[in-house]
């Protein structure tokens, strides 16, 4: 692809390559979308690879009930610039970046002066599935040949790190980095994490680089060597009662990184006096509190999702110095709806990424 300026004042449309779906029942395939072209602010990416995320299932297959079709999903974006608009400053063909769950916000309201885009009082801008007010239309993600995206929203990527590695760390890395660094886990923490799988091996990795104790809960006792080497300083089975007491009251914070339906409360047992409990996995239905898991010790039960550009490029940059990267399995475009069912399963450790090379053939 020729990386070329973009011309002042230029507007339309240009037609991509893409994979998505036109129905909540239908397989995703090929199809043709629109992309803008540059406007002075913008870059042009072309994609290398995209990580897949629970997310891209739900909402291919509307389980969140908010699908706008045809939906083409993808918000862990690896790439490289082909094109700037002319008012670029951070940004040159032929540079590397990366686009995470955001490609816009207000930039006005106080979350966003306060780099907290994700949090934008007027909503922020998802990678696929939101207003585009551009083409007056919704957004379309990366599974797909390339994406323009304003440059305060787009990511320098360590020059360290694998890049097919690296997509992930644009959800799953600092959907965890959030809430660990939020919650102030550093040396003489213990922490847990609940679930290894694409959010919770990142917790684990993430953590321990940032000094903490890390305990890891998990439901499969196969799991356990792998978390061991993921990071963790003991494995506890969670199915187990007796194991579960070791750390009764005991731990400063603990990551909830489970999307099915289990027992909150026995992870808010863990907690110590003032114990915080932050959930970044999204169970389907409402998980019941009890009120004295919470009271007598003060415990907080939080909710955290993705985080700011400035912290998205801060996790990055963390990533780089302790060379963390995401446990992936790469796949071609055209297995998108096995690698699906594989997900739906947890058949995968722990990310698959779409070489998106596979889309030009």
Same mark, same amino acid.
């Given at each position: 692809?020729?990386?070329?300026?973009?011309?002042?004042?230029?507007?339309?449309?240009?037609?991509?390559?893409?994979?998505?779906?036109?129905?909540?029942?239908?397989?995703?395939?090929?199809?043709?979308?629109?992309?803008?072209?540059?406007?002075?602010?913008?870059?042009?990416?072309?994609?290398?690879?995209?990580?897949?995320?629970?997310?891209?299932?739900?909402?291919?297959?509307?389980?969140?009930?908010?699908?706008?079709?045809?939906?083409?999903?993808?918000?862990?974006?690896?790439?490289?610039?082909?094109?700037?608009?002319?008012?670029?400053?951070?940004?040159?063909?032929?540079?590397?970046?990366?686009?995470?769950?955001?490609?816009?916000?207000?930039?006005?309201?106080?979350?966003?002066?306060?780099?907290?885009?994700?949090?934008?009082?007027?909503?922020?801008?998802?990678?696929?599935?939101?207003? *585009? %007010?551009?083409?007056?239309? +919704?957004?379309?993600?990366? $599974?797909?040949?390339?994406?323009? @995206? #304003?440059?305060?929203?787009? !990511?320098?990527?360590?020059?360290?790190?694998?890049?097919?590695?690296?997509?992930?760390?644009?959800?799953?890395?600092?959907?965890?980095?959030?809430?660990?660094?939020?919650?102030?886990?550093?040396?003489?923490?213990?922490?847990?994490?609940?679930?290894?799988?694409?959010?919770?091996?990142?917790?684990?990795?993430?953590?321990?680089?940032?000094?903490?104790?890390?305990?890891?809960?998990?439901?499969?006792?196969?799991?356990?060597?792998?978390?061991?080497?993921?990071?963790?300083?003991?494995?506890?089975?969670?199915?187990?009662?007796?194991?579960?007491?070791?750390?009764?009251?005991?731990?400063?914070?603990?990551? *909830? %990184?489970?999307?099915?339906? +289990?027992?909150?409360?026995? $992870?808010?047992?863990?907690?110590? @006096? #003032?114990?915080?409990?932050? !959930?970044?996995?999204?169970?389907?239905?409402?998980?019941?509190?009890?009120?004295?898991?919470?009271?007598?010790?003060?415990?907080?039960?939080?909710?955290?999702?993705?985080?700011?550009?400035?912290?998205?490029?801060?996790?990055?940059?963390?990533?780089?110095?302790?060379?963390?990267?995401?446990?992936?399995?790469?796949?071609?475009?055209?297995?998108?709806?096995?690698?699906?069912?594989?997900?739906?399963?947890?058949?995968?450790?722990?990310?698959?990424?779409?070489?998106?090379?596979?889309?030009?053939?």
């Amino acid at each position: 692809m020729e990386t070329t300026k973009a011309t002042p004042g230029e507007t339309g449309t240009t037609k991509t390559k893409a994979y998505g779906t036109n129905a909540a029942d239908a397989l995703l395939e090929q199809l043709n979308i629109n992309r803008r072209k540059p406007t002075p602010h913008d870059v042009e990416i072309e994609i290398l690879f995209c990580g897949v995320c629970h997310s891209d299932l739900h909402t291919a297959k509307n389980e969140w009930h908010n699908t706008i079709y045809p939906c083409v999903p993808g918000h862990e974006i690896v790439g490289k610039i082909v094109r700037v608009g002319e008012h670029v400053k951070k940004f040159k063909a032929g540079d590397t970046a990366a686009v995470g769950c955001m490609v816009d916000s207000c930039r006005e309201c106080d979350y966003c002066k306060e780099g907290l885009e994700q949090y934008c009082a007027n909503g922020m801008t998802g990678t696929y599935n939101a207003p *585009d %007010a551009h083409l007056n239309t +919704h957004t379309y993600g990366g $599974y797909a040949e390339n994406i323009v @995206v #304003d440059e305060a929203f787009v !990511l320098k990527v360590p020059e360290n790190l694998d890049l097919a590695s690296t997509a992930p760390l644009l959800c799953a890395g600092i959907t965890t980095y959030s809430p660990l660094k939020h919650w102030n886990v550093g040396p003489g923490k213990k922490v847990g994490i609940v679930g290894i799988g694409g959010l919770g091996h990142m917790g684990v990795k993430i953590a321990k680089a940032m000094g903490a104790e890390v305990i890891v809960f998990t439901t499969s006792a196969s799991k356990f060597d792998d978390a061991k080497r993921l990071g963790a300083d003991d494995v506890i089975l969670s199915k187990d009662a007796e194991q579960m007491k070791k750390y009764a009251g005991k731990l400063h914070f603990v990551l *909830d %990184a489970v999307s099915a339906q +289990h027992d909150i409360n026995a $992870y808010l047992n863990l907690l110590r @006096v #003032d114990g915080s409990l932050a !959930l970044v996995g999204a169970p389907e239905q409402p998980l019941p509190v009890a009120a004295f898991s919470i009271i007598p010790f003060r415990r907080s039960f939080a909710g955290s999702m993705i985080g700011g550009i400035a912290e998205t490029q801060e996790m990055l940059d963390f990533c780089g110095k302790h060379n963390i990267v995401a446990d992936i399995e790469m796949i071609n475009i055209q297995h998108i709806n096995e690698a699906y069912e594989r997900l739906l399963k947890g058949d995968v450790k722990y990310r698959f990424v779409i070489d998106m090379a596979s889309l030009k053939n």
